[in-house]
């Protein structure tokens, strides 16, 4: 059996996670809460469950002692999160849980666990790479393991003066960073990431890595994204930069900053985003 359940309170998340998990062969399915969590389990038994850590309504190492007490489920349990190795360590070892898998890793590691912890799916999947030995006292995940990262249906990257277009992602979460990157890799681009503007800037001010366009979230500590839109438009020298909000605001709001920022669109974060990326570097003439 090789049916893997997803739990995380961001749609996003759990859409992108499913897509991997079914593109490697997988049967995985999501849920956000512990409604749609107490139905995905009568569907069926699953062969792993992986659960956010950090959610609103509950906590992942939380739920393993209600899956393991109140539900009877036998599903391997992997807690998935942005903490700290060492703290997901503890309370994976506290909770009972199988193993970890940090959300730093990306895709690639979630894949990598799960086919190091229940193997790879039976049909016409190539068997994963063998778990390393665990080093530590808490169960681990298997170290990432070569699978695919889930397409957003970006095409092949155009061209620009003869180099791969360029992109720079500026986003304080790694994991939403981490995923849209993957996908952008894939289909050509070059891309960089910075988790602050100073970052970003530095980035921008050499003409070796400055880009074509930024995808900017709206809301970062410090300099938030329509403070640092500003700072590029209002800047004759980067005057070819394109700049798309990248943000999970309502659409008003993200209307309002474009138009006062001065940005070239918005693409709301839950959204399928390669192909406005495409169409946004795309040249006049360039077809579909």
């Known amino acids: 059996m090789s049916r893997v359940l997803v739990i995380d309170d961001s749609p996003m ?19 956000q809460d512990l409604a749609s969590l107490d139905q995905k389990l009568t569907e069926g038994p699953f062969a792993l469950i ?3 850590v950090n959610m609103p309504e509950m906590f992942g190492d939380d739920v393993v002692e209600y899956l393991r007490r109140q539900k009877k489920v036998t599903a391997k349990l992997v807690l998935y999160s942005d903490i700290s190795e060492a703290e997901l360590a503890g309370k ?4 009972g849980a199988d193993g970890y898998i940090l959300k730093s890793g990306g895709l690639e590691a979630v894949l990598g666990g799960v086919m190091g912890l229940i193997g790879a799916p039976a049909l016409g999947v190539p068997a994963a790479v063998p778990p390393s030995p665990a080093t530590s006292d808490a169960p681990q995940a298997a170290a990432p393991a070569a699978a695919p990262v889930a397409s957003t249906g970006l095409k092949a990257a155009p061209s620009t003066g003869g180099r791969k277009p ?12 981490r995923i849209i990157e993957a996908d952008l890799v894939a289909k ?14 530095k980035i921008i001010l050499k003409k070796q ?6 995808l900017l979230d709206v809301r970062m500590p410090n300099v938030n994204g329509e403070q640092f839109c500003r700072f590029i438009k209002s800047n004759s020298l980067f005057k070819g930069i394109k700049v798309l909000l990248c943000s999970g605001e309502n659409v008003e709001e993200l209307q309002r900053i474009c138009r006062e920022a001065g940005a070239d669109g918005y693409i709301p974060k839950d959204a399928v ?6 169409k946004e570097l795309m040249p006049p003439g360039g077809g579909e």
């Open 13 to 31: 998340l759990v859409e992108l996670t499913v897509r991997a998990l079914t593109a490697a062969g997988y049967q995985a399915s999501g849920a």
């Open 50 to 52: 992986l659960m956010d």
């Open 92 to 95: 994976t070892k506290a909770s």
């Open 166 to 177: 360029r992109i720079l992602i500026v986003d304080d979460s790694e994991m939403t960073a």
């Open 188 to 201: 050509g681009f070059e891309v960089h990431v910075a988790d602050t503007a100073d970052k970003a800037t």
């Open 209 to 214: 890595t400055r880009p074509d366009l930024v």
């Open 273 to 278: 985003m390669g192909n406005l990326v495409a």
